[in-house]
């Protein structure tokens, strides 16, 4: 009677042995071409957004499809690399200069270089820079083309106006005439921004 039972417990035990080894099958399969089409992206988003490169670009790994990550600048950072040199050479800082640099960036699309140039050059009281900063706040000059921020941030523009100003720039003054006559309108649509503005001018 045991006899009869034996081939009947390891017919049982067969079909449990298949489905665990398809299982095992799966995932490997799964692990194997997850790792490949995981590369696959990587190389097509890296293709396409083309960062900029500092020195010589980093061979591609045809076996992996790896590209060497250490090499890409992030945004900001030839600025940054910039100020940290003027710094170290100390005062007086060539803040003329900077500015020239931080257009040449603004023409070239690197806004964030642009914009960390000029307000060091702004914080530094350099009038040109000063009415930059302003410009790119103002909501009658914005253009966001040319500027880091999303939209124009009035509160700031009236600050760095009013620095130009207190520098002797004429031409603060006039803008900053033009700024209350914005709020102003502004403030009479319900626009929040444009009331606190007026604010500043009581």
Same mark, same amino acid.
């Given at each position: 009677?045991?006899?009869?039972?034996?081939?009947?417990?390891?017919?049982?035990?067969?079909?449990?042995?298949?489905?665990?080894?398809?299982?095992?099958?799966?995932?490997?399969?799964?692990?194997?071409?997850?790792?490949?089409?995981?590369?696959?992206?990587?190389?097509?988003?890296? #293709?396409?957004?083309? =960062?900029? /490169?500092?020195?010589?670009? &980093?061979?591609? @790994?045809?076996?992996?499809?790896?590209? !060497?990550? +250490?090499?890409?600048?992030?945004?900001?950072?030839?600025?940054?690399?910039?100020?940290?040199?003027?710094?170290?050479?100390?005062?007086?800082?060539?803040?003329?200069?900077?500015?020239?640099?931080?257009?040449?960036?603004?023409?070239?699309?690197?806004?964030?270089?642009?914009?960390?140039?000029?307000?060091?050059?702004?914080? #530094?009281?350099?009038? =040109?820079? /000063?009415?930059?900063?302003? &410009?790119?706040? @103002?909501?009658?000059?914005?253009?966001? !083309?040319? +500027?880091?921020l999303d939209y124009a941030d009035v509160i700031q523009a009236y600050k760095w106006y009013q620095k130009a100003a207190a520098l002797g720039q004429q031409d603060a003054v006039a803008r900053l005439e033009s700024l209350r006559q914005w709020?102003?309108?502004?403030?009479?649509?319900?626009?929040?921004?444009?009331?606190?503005?007026?604010?500043?001018?009581?």
């Amino acid at each position: 009677m045991s006899e009869l039972n034996e081939p009947a417990a390891s017919s049982r035990r067969n079909p449990l042995i298949w489905v665990a080894l398809a299982v095992i099958g799966l995932i490997i399969f799964v692990f194997i071409n997850g790792e490949r089409g995981g590369s696959t992206l990587v190389t097509k988003s890296i #293709e396409i957004s083309e =960062p900029e /490169v500092v020195g010589e670009p &980093a061979e591609e @790994d045809n076996a992996s499809g790896s590209i !060497e990550r +250490s090499l890409l600048v992030p945004p900001g950072m030839r600025a940054r690399q910039y100020i940290a040199q003027l710094r170290a050479d100390g005062k007086p800082y060539p803040l003329a200069q900077a500015v020239e640099k931080a257009q040449d960036y603004l023409q070239e699309g690197s806004l964030a270089d642009a914009h960390l140039l000029y307000f060091f050059a702004a914080r #530094e009281e350099h009038l =040109p820079a /000063v009415m930059q900063m302003a &410009a790119m706040s @103002d909501p009658t000059l914005f253009r966001a !083309e040319d +500027s880091l921020l999303d939209y124009a941030d009035v509160i700031q523009a009236y600050k760095w106006y009013q620095k130009a100003a207190a520098l002797g720039q004429q031409d603060a003054v006039a803008r900053l005439e033009s700024l209350r006559q914005w709020a102003s309108d502004e403030a009479e649509n319900g626009n929040p921004h444009a009331r606190q503005l007026l604010l500043n001018f009581q």
